[in-house]
Protein backbone atom coordinates (compact mmCIF):
# COMPACT_ATOMS: atom_id res chain seq x y z
CA UNK A 1 0.00 0.00 0.00
CA UNK A 2 1.38 3.31 -0.46
CA UNK A 3 0.24 6.45 1.71
CA UNK A 4 -0.03 9.99 0.84
CA UNK A 5 0.08 12.93 3.17
CA UNK A 6 -0.50 16.60 1.97
CA UNK A 7 0.36 19.81 3.70
CA UNK A 8 0.07 23.50 2.87
CA UNK A 9 -3.15 24.17 1.96
CA UNK A 10 -5.13 27.01 3.64
CA UNK A 11 -6.65 30.47 3.21
CA UNK A 12 -4.68 33.12 0.98
CA UNK A 13 -5.66 36.57 -0.16
CA UNK A 14 -5.96 37.09 -4.02
CA UNK A 15 -2.25 37.74 -5.69
CA UNK A 16 -0.90 35.82 -2.84
CA UNK A 17 0.87 32.25 -2.61
CA UNK A 18 0.87 28.96 -1.06
CA UNK A 19 3.16 26.13 -1.44
CA UNK A 20 1.43 22.40 -1.03
CA UNK A 21 3.44 19.59 0.08
CA UNK A 22 2.69 15.57 -0.76
CA UNK A 23 4.65 12.65 0.87
CA UNK A 24 4.58 9.24 0.03
CA UNK A 25 5.23 6.46 1.76
CA UNK A 26 5.04 2.75 2.28
CA UNK A 27 6.09 -0.31 0.41
CA UNK A 28 7.56 1.24 -2.93
CA UNK A 29 9.43 0.22 -5.66
CA UNK A 30 9.38 3.52 -7.67
CA UNK A 31 6.58 6.22 -8.30
CA UNK A 32 6.37 6.78 -12.19
CA UNK A 33 3.82 9.96 -12.16
CA UNK A 34 3.16 12.44 -9.58
CA UNK A 35 0.51 14.93 -10.08
CA UNK A 36 -2.23 17.66 -8.47
CA UNK A 37 -5.66 17.61 -8.88
CA UNK A 38 -8.72 19.73 -7.43
CA UNK A 39 -12.00 19.70 -7.14
CA UNK A 40 -14.34 22.97 -6.46
CA UNK A 41 -17.46 22.72 -4.81
CA UNK A 42 -20.32 21.37 -8.16
CA UNK A 43 -17.46 20.76 -10.86
CA UNK A 44 -15.39 17.91 -11.70
CA UNK A 45 -11.90 17.07 -10.36
CA UNK A 46 -9.10 18.45 -12.89
CA UNK A 47 -5.94 17.70 -13.15
CA UNK A 48 -3.60 20.78 -12.27
CA UNK A 49 -0.37 19.82 -12.49
CA UNK A 50 1.60 16.63 -13.20
CA UNK A 51 5.74 15.35 -13.21
CA UNK A 52 7.14 12.01 -14.37
CA UNK A 53 10.13 10.68 -13.09
CA UNK A 54 12.41 12.46 -15.43
CA UNK A 55 10.74 15.99 -15.13
CA UNK A 56 8.91 16.15 -17.77
CA UNK A 57 5.73 18.29 -16.60
CA UNK A 58 2.45 19.48 -17.79
CA UNK A 59 -0.18 22.04 -16.40
CA UNK A 60 -3.73 23.17 -16.86
CA UNK A 61 -4.07 26.46 -19.08
CA UNK A 62 -5.52 27.90 -16.47
CA UNK A 63 -2.46 27.73 -14.21
CA UNK A 64 0.67 27.93 -16.69
CA UNK A 65 3.02 30.43 -15.38
CA UNK A 66 1.52 30.58 -11.93
CA UNK A 67 2.09 27.41 -10.67
CA UNK A 68 4.93 25.16 -10.52
CA UNK A 69 5.22 21.62 -9.96
CA UNK A 70 8.48 19.99 -8.35
CA UNK A 71 9.52 16.49 -7.03
CA UNK A 72 12.18 15.31 -5.21
CA UNK A 73 12.50 11.63 -5.98
CA UNK A 74 14.55 10.57 -2.94
CA UNK A 75 12.07 11.74 -0.41
CA UNK A 76 8.70 10.51 -2.62
CA UNK A 77 7.76 13.67 -2.60
CA UNK A 78 5.68 16.22 -4.68
CA UNK A 79 5.40 20.29 -4.86
CA UNK A 80 3.26 23.17 -6.32
CA UNK A 81 4.04 26.13 -6.03
CA UNK A 82 0.72 28.68 -6.62
CA UNK A 83 1.83 31.84 -7.30
CA UNK A 84 -0.59 34.82 -8.43
CA UNK A 85 -3.90 32.96 -7.01
CA UNK A 86 -7.31 33.65 -8.04
CA UNK A 87 -10.88 33.14 -6.30
CA UNK A 88 -11.25 30.59 -8.77
CA UNK A 89 -8.48 28.25 -7.58
CA UNK A 90 -10.00 27.99 -4.59
CA UNK A 91 -11.10 23.66 -4.30
CA UNK A 92 -9.92 21.27 -2.81
CA UNK A 93 -6.07 20.09 -3.97
CA UNK A 94 -5.77 16.32 -4.21
CA UNK A 95 -2.21 14.76 -4.66
CA UNK A 96 -1.90 11.72 -6.99
CA UNK A 97 0.82 9.34 -7.57
CA UNK A 98 1.12 6.18 -10.03
CA UNK A 99 3.46 4.02 -8.15
CA UNK A 100 4.90 -0.04 -7.98
CA UNK A 101 5.20 -1.67 -4.90
CA UNK A 102 6.58 -5.07 -3.37
CA UNK A 103 3.24 -6.61 -2.72
CA UNK A 104 0.11 -5.03 -4.71
CA UNK A 105 2.58 -4.05 -8.03
CA UNK A 106 1.48 -0.78 -10.49
CA UNK A 107 -1.20 1.45 -8.61
CA UNK A 108 -2.72 4.48 -8.95
CA UNK A 109 -2.83 6.52 -5.17
CA UNK A 110 -4.83 9.44 -3.73
CA UNK A 111 -4.00 11.90 -0.65
CA UNK A 112 -7.10 12.79 1.25
CA UNK A 113 -6.92 16.60 0.16
CA UNK A 114 -5.56 19.96 1.24
CA UNK A 115 -8.21 22.62 1.11
CA UNK A 116 -6.88 25.71 -1.00
CA UNK A 117 -9.23 29.07 -0.18
CA UNK A 118 -8.56 32.23 -2.16
CA UNK A 119 -10.28 35.34 -1.02
CA UNK A 120 -11.03 38.39 -3.27
Known amino acids: QVQLVESGGGLVQAGGSLRLSCAAS????????MGWYRQAPGKQRELVAG???????NYAESVKGRFTISRDNAKNTVYLQMNSLKPEDTAVYYC??????????????WGQGTQVTVSS
Open 96 to 109: NADAYTYYTGSGRY
Open 26 to 33: GSIISINY
Open 51 to 57: IATGGTT
